[in-house]
Every structure is written in structure tokens, then in C-alpha cells.
């Protein structure tokens, strides 16, 4: 049994998933389109992220962020795994194996201009929720960034008996050690209770079929989401109120769409919330109409308010990139409201400005200055939905591309070397940007090859097939392993074809 992990579940790493919502830039650019002031992103700038789990996020954005970045999590292997990959960039960060608890009583730290946690909040005990608060009480500059997500009640209500089960049966159970066996056995408890038709199925429908979400995910989430021994839901006005102890006030949501009222709410619900004008009350009614279960919330030490003026100027002087070809871009998407199609002839011409000159960066002025009849109001929305959809991404400035291009190289140079001998960091870091872009394996395998100077298709399928050959690894299609040499080759042939048309000149145009 572990002592130092208070309750959290550490018989199995986390999974090595990437967070925009971390990134300084990210958060600076949610907090703009709301119309609050946020520090300006520099060299003298520190940032923080608590309990980084793998630290690709965490590694990502101090590699591709300028300023100092520091972090921690409990977890030494964790830790260890995050400090191997921040030698490898070169980036100036500081992860440590502290615990929140001892972060907290750190006399090292400088002054943050943000300070962010994911995937966290929820799963750790009261008494840990205050360390975090008194490390951005101590630590989070006046103006500073905090982000935190949360899952929350009142969509959470009717399925979190189901997480009791889960956990109270693994409790019993008397196992420990790894999550796949343990998370099947809970599994395997539920299914066959529900099987069983307990009346409480009568009163919450859905049970049965999150239960059925949940059976996909990957055993290590799992383990992590529902067996510590902690898993507190929250309502949003709970969590403000926490917040307040340091002196963090409510700014907006990392999801740029809840910007836009139509797109999340009914016209009728418009007309209720109207009607409130405490931000806070209201704020908590719109995650009854949603029946909000997750929460992605940037906070502020002091919000400083900017005009609409000055807010618009910004976001539209601001470069923008594509972080994938045009014909990928689905010009509908699911909203909380229902499917919201997108205006073809809007959209379009918007997003064949971004792709033209291989997709260099460009900013909204340059679009308006070509197209005068475009309206500022249907652009802003325009820009909202596509950065939230994360098919375009607000850039850095020049400056501050060239003080983190270095870093990056290293760090994408290092995750392409790993991702020849294994399938976990599916992300690459833009200087461009900032932030990560997905990069699956043999993406990155590709990446690394071309690199070192084989630049055909040929040449590029035959070394990367040799790296996957030698680990007596094969590829698949349609779901079917292809067995011979010679398939195999070929089918990496279409792969590296692929690869260079479509996916190289987009990491270029990232900086990648
Ligand atoms: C669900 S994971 C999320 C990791 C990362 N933020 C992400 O989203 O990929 C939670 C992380 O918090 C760390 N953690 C939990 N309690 C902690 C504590 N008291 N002090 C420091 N780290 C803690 C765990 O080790 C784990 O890596």
C-alpha cells in the first residue's frame, strides 16, 4: 500500500493525453474573445501546471511557450517522465515529484502569470483543493490565469451512483495493482447488476447507456476517472466560491463556442436567463439547460475589463493557421442545441484565405482589407467556431516564434524517436502557436525520416518500414493485419504518398 498517494489511484500511469486548454497563449486568447485584459506572454513570464500527469501538455507548452514553466505531480514516475522529456527540449522548466501539499509550502517559487490543472479538481479530497488555492493565493499575480476543470452537477446526478458501485466493488475486491483487470472486474459487476434491472434504472434512463460510453474507454483512464478514493461533483457556484479564497473571479469558459448564447441554449432559455443579472446565478441556470456534466473554467486574479473596440481589433490583427486541410473542415457540428450547419459561403472563402501560400499565417485584417462587405460580427463568430472546433489555431507573434523554435525542434525530434518503439504521444509541439497539434506514429515515424534526408515516397516507406519490421510489427488494413514483406511495403507506400501531400506541408506551416 502507498502512503503518499492520499487516496489517488497510482497503480498504473496516466494516459499521455495533450490539453489546449493549459496553454498560456490558449487561455489569453479565450480570455480576449470574452473581453478581459490578460499579461501579456513574454520571456519574464512563469507558468505553472499542477498534477501534469504524463507532462505532455505540461513538456508542450514549455517547450513552445516563452517564459519559464514549472510543475508538479506526486506520481515519481510521472514526474521522471516529464523531467526526461524538459532535458531532451531544453526548455526552461522545473517539474517537480512534489505534492500539492508540498508545492504549496515551496519557498522557490516566482509569481505565475497563469496557473492551470486538468483533470484533477474532482478526484482529489477537500483538504488537497485548499493546497491548490493556496499555492494561486500565494503564487497567481494580480490579472493572472487560472484554468480548472471539473466534473459537475447537475448533469452528473443521475449516473454518479454508477462510479459508487465501480468503486465500492473495487474496494471490496481486495485487489491491487494494475488498472485492466480491476476495472474489468467492476465492469463486469455492473453489467451483470444492470442486467438484473434494478428499479433505479427507472428513475435515471441514461445509466445504461453511459455505462455502455464508459465500457470504451481505455482501462488506465478509467482506473484514474472513477477508483480513487476521492471523486467529489461539484456545482459550478461551489467552485466559484472556493475560487474566491484566492481571489480568483469567474472570467469565461475554455470552450470558445459558450461565447455565442444561441449555440448552447434554446431561444426559450434565452429569455429565462435574460432575465438574471447576477453573472454567477446565471452562469449556474445555463448548466441546468445544458445539463452540464464537465466544466472548463478560466478564472482571473482581478478581471480588468477591455472594450468591444479594442477586443475586436485584437483578435482579428491577430495570425491565424490551419491546423488541418480545408477539405477536412465539416461545415456542421453537434451543439448543445442541436446540429448547427455553418453558412458554405461564409465559411469557405475564410477558410481558402487561410490555406492559400501553403497555409502561411495570416491575420483577419489582411481578410477584411480583400473582402469590405464582410461583416466584423459574422467574422468574430466565424473565428470563435472554427478555433473552438480547433481547425484553425491563433498564432504567436514573430518574436516570441523564434525565442521557443529551438525548444520545440528538440522536443519533436525526441517524441518522433520514441514513437519508433512505441504507440503514446500522439501530439507534436507548434512554435507557431504555441500549443500542440495531433501527430499520430507513423506521422511522426515520417517526420523523423524526412528529416534525416528521405524525402521520396520510396525511400521514406523503406526506412519506415524497416523500423517497424525489426520490432516484428506489422501494419493493418481495414482492420486485418497485413502479413507479407511485400504488402506491407506497399500499403506504407500509400501511407508516406499521403504523408507528403497532405500532412507535411501543414507541420511546416506549423513550424513542425
Ligand atoms: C487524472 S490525472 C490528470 C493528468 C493531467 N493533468 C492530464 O490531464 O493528462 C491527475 C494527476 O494528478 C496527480 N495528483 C493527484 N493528486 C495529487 C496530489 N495531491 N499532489 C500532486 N499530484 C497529484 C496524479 O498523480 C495524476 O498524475
Not at 39 to 54: A, D, K, R, Y
Amino acid at each position: 500500500m502507498n502512503s503518499w498517494n492520499e487516496g489517488y489511484f497510482t497503480d498504473s500511469t496516466y494516459t499521455y493525453g495533450y490539453y489546449r486548454e493549459l496553454s498560456p497563449i490558449f487561455m489569453r486568447w479565450c480570455l480576449l474573445l470574452k473581453g478581459i485584459a490578460a499579461p501579456e506572454i513574454t520571456e519574464e513570464s512563469c507558468h505553472c501546471e499542477l498534477g501534469f500527469g504524463q507532462g505532455v501538455s505540461a513538456n508542450i507548452h514549455a517547450a513552445a511557450t516563452p517564459g519559464k514553466f514549472f510543475g508538479t505531480d506526486f506520481n515519481p514516475a510521472h514526474a521522471a517522465g516529464a523531467k526526461e522529456m524538459a532535458e531532451a527540449s531544453g526548455a526552461n522548466a522545473k517539474f517537480f515529484e512534489d505534492s500539492f501539499e508540498e508545492f504549496s509550502k515551496r519557498e522557490d517559487l516566482p509569481t505565475f502569470d497563469s496557473i492551470g490543472l486538468h483533470g484533477i479538481w474532482s478526484w482529489i479530497s477537500a483538504e488537497n483543493r485548499r493546497h491548490i488555492m493556496e499555492i494561486a493565493r500565494q503564487h497567481l499575480k494580480s490579472g493572472g490565469m487560472f484554468y480548472n476543470s471539473y466534473n459537475c452537477l447537475p448533469g452528473w446526478a443521475p449516473a454518479s451512483p454508477l462510479r459508487e458501485l465501480l468503486v465500492m466493488y473495487d474496494r471490496y475486491s481486495g485487489k491491487s495493482g494494475a488498472a485492466k483487470g480491476r476495472v474489468s472486474d467492476a465492469l463486469k459487476f455492473v453489467e451483470e447488476m444492470l442486467a438484473a434491472k434494478p428499479a433505479y434504472l427507472n428513475f435515471a434512463p441514461n445509466f445504461a447507456k453511459i455505462f455502455e460510453g464508459l465500457k470504451k474507454h481505455n482501462p488506465d483512464y478509467l482506473a484514474h476517472e472513477y477508483l480513487n478514493l476521492d471523486w467529489d461533483l461539484m456545482y459550478f457556484a461551489d467552485v466559484v466560491e472556493i475560487s474566491q479564497e484566492a481571489k480568483l473571479e469567474f472570467a469565461t469558459s475554455a470552450a470558445p463556442v459558450e461565447t455565442i448564447e444561441k449555440l448552447n441554449v434554446t431561444a426559450q432559455a434565452m429569455e429565462f436567463l435574460k432575465k438574471i443579472d447576477n453573472p454567477i446565478v446565471k452562469e449556474q441556470a445555463k448548466d441546468y439547460f445544458i445539463n452540464r456534466q464537465f466544466r472548463k473554467d478560466i478564472f482571473v486574479r482581478g478581471a480588468r475589463r477591455i472594450t468591444l473596440a479594442e477586443q475586436i481589433d485584437k483578435i482579428l490583427e491577430m495570425r491565424y493557421v490551419l491546423s488541418t486541410s480545408v477539405e477536412n473542415v465539416p461545415l456542421k457540428f453537434a451543439s448543445t442545441v442541436g446540429e448547427i450547419k455553418l453558412a458554405e459561403n461564409v465559411y469557405r472563402p475564410i477558410l481558402e484565405f487561410l490555406q492559400e501560400d501553403n497555409f502561411r499565417p495570416k491575420n483577419f485584417s489582411e481578410y477584411l482589407k480583400r473582402n469590405p462587405t464582410q461583416d466584423q460580427k459574422t467574422l468574430m463568430e466565424v473565428i470563435t467556431l472554427l478555433v473552438n472546433g480547433n481547425y484553425i489555431m491563433p498564432c504567436q507573434s514573430e518574436a516570441a516564434v523564434k525565442l521557443v523554435k529551438k525548444s520545440c525542434e528538440r522536443l519533436n525530434a525526441h517524441i518522433c524517436e520514441r514513437s519508433k518503439f512505441e504507440d503514446a504521444i500522439n501530439f507534436l509541439a507548434s512554435p507557431l502557436t504555441g500549443m500542440g497539434i495531433n501527430a499520430n506514429r507513423f506521422q511522426q515515424i515520417f517526420l523523423l525520416q524526412y528529416k534525416n534526408g528521405d524525402k521520396t515516397p520510396d525511400k521514406l516507406a523503406e526506412s519506415a518500414w524497416k523500423i517497424i519490421f525489426r520490432q516484428g510489427q506489422r501494419l493493418i488494413r481495414n482492420g486485418k493485419i497485413i502479413e507479407s514483406p511485400e504488402e506491407n511495403l506497399a500499403h506504407m507506400k500509400t501511407l508516406t504518398e499521403t504523408f507528403l501531400t497532405k500532412q507535411l506541408p501543414l507541420f511546416k506551416a506549423l513550424l513542425i
